[in-house]
């Protein structure tokens, strides 16, 4: 400041004044320079991450995978922010087989967005790829948790599916089952989407939840081959033998498993000696038969031994037979008793038969459902 | 109300001035990072295109170092290389004051270099900048010298947070690196321009980081040895850089004065055939860096770039381009800690992180060894990962790499680029506290017997038998060689060199002292000397100001220093 007088001081201080508004001035001047050159190259960055995209996604279309993922990096360095290239890039670096390289690209994509479905997908599926369900279960809850819009509600029930599949795959049947309830208990009016969860139930080892959805599969689709499959199948293994009959009569006939459930279900039905509503002279039939046919088996099994290598439990039950046949011939061989002991007798024998002398018929196999039905166990 | 005294009055209106000259500078500064660094995205853009051919990433970079030859050599001859040491040199040597064309000229000349695919940083160019405006402005605010010294690393501080997006670090640099002492009054403005860059630069650029980086995990404490490893390893390939980078320069330096307009072409030269191989080391190279941190790359690749990038960076510098050292060093060491990383992830017995954390530490490591700034080197890294985690392998690996470089680089590369340029920085060692007496009390001016440069030695020697004293000067006071021994005058005599020109045989270096050195320094040199200490001046090395002699001691004449009674 001058040494004296309040004029030259006042001349400085208005100076002072007039220098810091020009700086300021410049400064907002600059501030408007500098944002719109760095808008126009954001625009430039973001066309030439556009076109990068696009070449990393013909490469990758026509097999260049290498190729693709240079394009793919060239794009997330000129656009960080589009989630897109990002997720591309780690695909294709999955498909290249560097799942670390992957890995780490959607770690750090999902640093920013931790609930972008989309991410937690692709590190759920690169989880799945490694068999290591615990990360897998994580990032696909998180994929699941993730707000997805109203009409995307189809996508996201694929992913439930994805990660219920991938849980079979890795024998997580109780996991498995528990994502299926939480997916059964809002599913749409849609035969294919139940189809497909009815199988994955059945295939989970719940057969009463599979039939339960093959059902409603039937009652949206009432010829559906699959589904009557599928419902006859799952009321087979529920031992629900006339409606697995029901389902089975009318389901198509060409695939292996279904004619011979279909067949294994009639013989059931047909060499039942306890089943309702049979008159006596049936219910001897029927014990008389599939007694006659366990005796020609275990004949025909002793007869392809060597001689002399029959066990006692063989000898005993030819024992057991011999006393039974004299006791057929009585007038008590209708008691429930005796029939009952009857089924017992033969579930032995076709146990011993089917254990030691080759694979089971479709009765053989038939019989045994028969016994066990009835509460007959092989001792 | 009493009216406070008039030099109170004073000191307040300059300090609420300054205050605000700091947001100001700070803003300016961090919009002409933000400026500088679009201005080398688009620069680079226009020359290459999107995929350039191997014949346009061969001819872009000579091409364009012809015109910046020529900027350099005829319209802007003090912005060469990083802006670092001469930010350093100007705060220290000339109060501050940095001409009006230096930010301009860097601008412009960093712009061209770095756009055109020479390997080198832009982070020292801002620096430059930022500083360059600050001295500029408080010039023209017509401040005191000391506050316009005061404002250059308050401008540098703000330019660096904008173009590295670490306004700690950048805090950090500042007082580490351009003032030199951490203890410094000026925390404060640097921080309150620093946190006013950084939010002009992220309300442009947006919140984006720099790095993408991944969460960094110790997974066993056997680690830190890999950690260590990668430290020693850091701290050689820092000294071959550091080593490389003077050797070269010191070579370019050497050839006749009128190819300088072309050093920079001859190194454009080279830059494009190295282009050609691997694009992948032109420029910033952060995109690469990115890479590295987050696996992309293969331990080959990371390997060859490590080499490339050093070299490349070594040919741009030394031949005279415009642009710093501070990005290319984070490449290497990003490169390099990669490479360890992947050799220790495949044959290490125990769990280790994943390579991109031996990738982060890399890059601190060779920062600390090659910019000689270790803390700003570890909370730059620490800025970048907000992860305190890493700082323990990262403190062990910088120390290891700053104390290994140190020990063979005893002068850092900043200040040995500036020796280079015959500017002798005053190290914190050396440096006079105000009250102490100095070599400028001691020394003197006159009747100063020079022997002439090319006087043979055996002339040189006669004239000495008739000019007793223990040591001679050798030169003129504008440029003075160095000094010689009556003794090494015999020596030389007697080992046939009788008619050899003098200058021929001085060393590169000569003991010397500056006229802010303190008694003590003076005393050590002069001991060493040969019995005639010169005294030159800071600024220019050659340039004498005074001798000191064992007389000068005995004939001090005590005088009373400024404000002493």
New interface residues.
């Given amino acids: 400041?001058p040494p004296n007088g309040t004029v030259e001081r006042a001349a400085l201080i208005h100076r002072?004044i007039l220098?810091?508004a020009v700086?300021?001035l410049?400064?907002i001047g600059?501030?408007l320079?500098?944002?719109a050159?760095?808008a126009?190259?954001r625009d430039?960055?973001a066309r030439?991450a556009a076109?990068?995209y696009r070449r990393g996604q013909q490469a990758m279309a026509t097999g260049h995978v290498n190729d693709a993922i240079d394009s793919l990096?060239r794009a997330t360095?000129k656009d960080?922010?589009d989630t897109r290239y990002m997720l591309a890039l780690a695909r294709a670096?999955a498909v290249e087989g560097d799942a670390?390289?992957a890995r780490?690209?959607l770690?750090?994509l999902r640093?920013s967005a931790p609930e972008d479905a989309a991410v937690n997908l692709q590190l759920a599926q690169l989880a799945a790829a490694q068999a290591d369900v615990t990360e897998a279960l994580r990032f696909y809850h998180n994929a699941l948790d993730a707000r997805w819009p109203v009409q995307e509600a189809g996508a996201r029930r694929e992913v439930h599916l994805e990660l219920i599949r991938f849980l079979l795959t890795q024998e997580q049947a109780g996991r498995a089952l528990s994502e299926l309830l939480a997916l059964s208990a809002d599913l749409p009016d849609d035969a294919p989407l139940r189809l497909e969860v009815a199988q994955l139930f059945a295939k989970a080892g719940d057969n009463r939840h599979a039939l339960e959805q093959f059902q409603e599969v039937l009652g949206l689709a009432p010829e559906n081959g699959d589904a009557l499959a599928g419902a006859g199948q799952a009321a087979f293994q529920l031992g629900e033998y006339p409606l697995a009959h029901t389902y089975l009569r009318r389901a198509p006939t060409e695939k292996d498993d279904v004619k011979n459930t279909r067949e294994i279900v009639d013989l059931l039905l047909t060499h039942d000696p306890l089943a309702a509503r049979l008159g006596s002279a049936e219910r001897r039939r029927r014990l008389e038969g599939d007694f006659s046919y366990a005796q020609q088996r275990l004949s025909a099994c002793l007869e392809q031994r060597p001689a002399g290598s029959s066990s006692d439990v063989v000898s005993g039950l030819q024992s057991e037979a011999r006393t039974f046949e004299d006791q057929l011939k009585s007038p008590s061989a209708l008691e429930q008793d005796t029939v009952e002991a009857g089924i017992d007798l033969i579930t032995r024998i076709e146990h011993v038969v089917v254990q030691q002398c080759g694979p089971p018929t479709a009765l053989d196999r038939a019989l045994g459902l028969i016994g066990r039905q009835h509460g007959a166990e092989p001792r | 109300v009493s009216t406070p005294p008039r030099a109170q009055q004073l000191r307040l209106r300059e300090n609420q001035l300054f205050l605000i000259l700091t947001i100001v500078i700070g803003v300016l500064a961090g919009l002409a990072a933000v400026l500088f660094t679009v201005a080398i995205e688009q620069t680079s853009h226009r020359l290459f295109g999107l995929d350039p051919s191997r014949l346009r990433l061969f001819a872009v970079p000579p091409l364009v170092s012809v015109l910046t030859g020529l900027l350099l050599a005829k319209v802007f001859p003090d912005v060469r290389g990083s802006g670092v040491p001469q930010t350093e040199a100007a705060y220290h040597l000339a109060r501050g004051a940095i001409p009006a064309h230096v930010p301009i000229g860097k601008f412009i000349t960093g712009v061209l270099c770095i756009g055109s695919g020479h390997s080198m940083g832009r982070e020292g160019p801002s620096v430059q900048i930022g500083a360059g405006l600050a001295s500029l402005i408080g010039r023209w605010l017509r401040l005191s010298p000391q506050r316009v010294r005061d404002l250059v690393p308050v401008g540098a501080a703000g330019a660096l947070a904008a173009a590295f997006n670490t306004p700690v670090a950048a805090v950090l640099f500042a007082l580490e690196e351009i003032i030199g002492d951490m203890n410094a009054a000026l925390l404060g403005s640097t921080v309150v321009a620093s946190v006013a860059a950084v939010i002009v630069e992220r309300s442009i650029l947006g919140n984006e980081p720099l790095f993408h980086v991944p969460t960094y995990r110790l997974m066993h404490p056997a680690e830190l040895a890999a950690y260590a490893a990668l430290g020693v390893l850091g701290g050689v390939v820092s000294l071959v850089f550091c080593k490389g980078l003077l050797a070269l320069r010191g070579l370019f330096s050497r050839l006749p004065h009128r190819t300088k307009v072309f050093q920079p072409a001859i190194g454009g030269l080279v830059i494009g055939g190295m282009l050609v191989y691997s694009p992948a080391i032109m420029g910033v190279g952060y995109e690469y860096v990115d890479q590295a941190l987050n696996g992309g790359m293969l331990l080959k690749t990371m390997a060859i770039l490590c080499v490339l990038k050093l070299a490349a960076t070594v040919m741009s510098y030394a031949s005279g381009n415009a642009g710093g050292i501070f990005a290319p060093s984070l490449y290497i060491g990003a490169m390099a800690g990669g490479a360890v990383g992947m050799v220790v992830h495949r044959i290490a017995p125990f769990p280790t992180g994943e390579p991109g954390a031996y990738a982060l530490v890399g890059m601190g490591t060779l920062f600390a060894g090659i910019i000689r700034a270790p803390m700003t080197s570890v909370f730059m890294i620490f800025e970048i990962t907000q992860d305190y985690q890493i700082l323990v392998p990262l403190m062990v690996a910088n120390m290891l790499s700053f104390a290994i470089s140190r020990r063979y680089q005893p002068v850092p590369v900043y200040h040995a680029l500036l020796h280079q340029d015959g500017v002798h920085l005053p190290s914190p060692v050396t440096q006079a506290p105000m009250s102490v007496r100095t070599a400028r009390h001691l020394m003197w001016t006159d009747n100063v017997p020079f022997i002439s440069p090319d006087l043979s030695v055996e002339h040189a020697r006669q004239w000495a038998r008739e000019h007793d004293a223990p040591a001679y000067l050798v030169g003129t006071r504008d440029r003075l060689e160095g000094s010689v021994t009556r003794r090494q005058l015999e020596q030389w005599y007697e080992s046939g060199k009788a008619a050899d020109p003098i200058v021929a045989l001085l060393g590169d270096s000569f003991v010397h002292v500056h006229p802010d050195h303190p008694i003590d320094v003076v005393l050590e040199r002069l001991s060493r000397s040969g019995g005639m200490l010169p005294v030159v001046s800071r600024t220019e090395a050659h340039r004498l100001e005074g001798v000191i002699t064992p007389d000068s001691l005995l004939t001090f004449e005590h005088r009373p220093l400024a404000g002493e009674i």
Avoid: C, K, M, Y
């Fill in positions: 400041l002072e220098q810091l700086l300021i410049v400064a600059a501030f320079l500098t944002r050159v760095a126009s190259n430039t960055n030439d076109e990068w990096r360095t960080g922010s670096l670390d390289g780490s690209v770690v750090t640093e």
